[in-house]
């Protein structure tokens, strides 16, 4: 078996909170999606191997905010990201969606 070195994932949604705070030029708690998006592909993709995409899409949509649904609040992404960690994929993905 091979085994992926992974950073652990209470240390990537701190990365992906910094990240996106470092993209937040006003402030606001709430950056464009495609960039949050960009940073979890990119620089935080150990949150997507451990929590599975369809989690973290659901996360994203929960999250959205604005008319157009192009921002994201990335405080509140992070804390559920955080509280949603423990747990199998189908747990972990029910929790997020509220389906038990």
């Known amino acids: 078996p091979v085994h992926i070195a992974a950073t652990p994932l209470p240390l990537e949604v701190a990365r992906l909170l910094q ?17 949050v998006e960009r940073i979890l592909k990119n620089q935080c993709s150990g949150i997507i191997q451990h929590m599975g ?6 996360l994203l949509e929960t999250h959205t905010y604005g008319k157009t649904g192009k921002f994201i609040r990335y405080v509140t992404l992070a804390t559920a990201l955080r509280d ?13 969606t509220g389906n038990r």
């Not at 990240?19 to 960039?35: M, Q, V, Y």
Request: glycine fraction near 12%; charged fraction near 35%.
């Open 19 to 35: 990240l996106c705070r470092k993209e937040d030029k006003i402030g606001s708690g709430c950056i464009d999606r495609l960039t």
């Open 53 to 58: 995409a369809l989690t973290v899409l659901d």
């Open 84 to 96: 949603l960690s423990g747990g199998s994929l189908e747990e972990r993905h029910e929790r997020s």
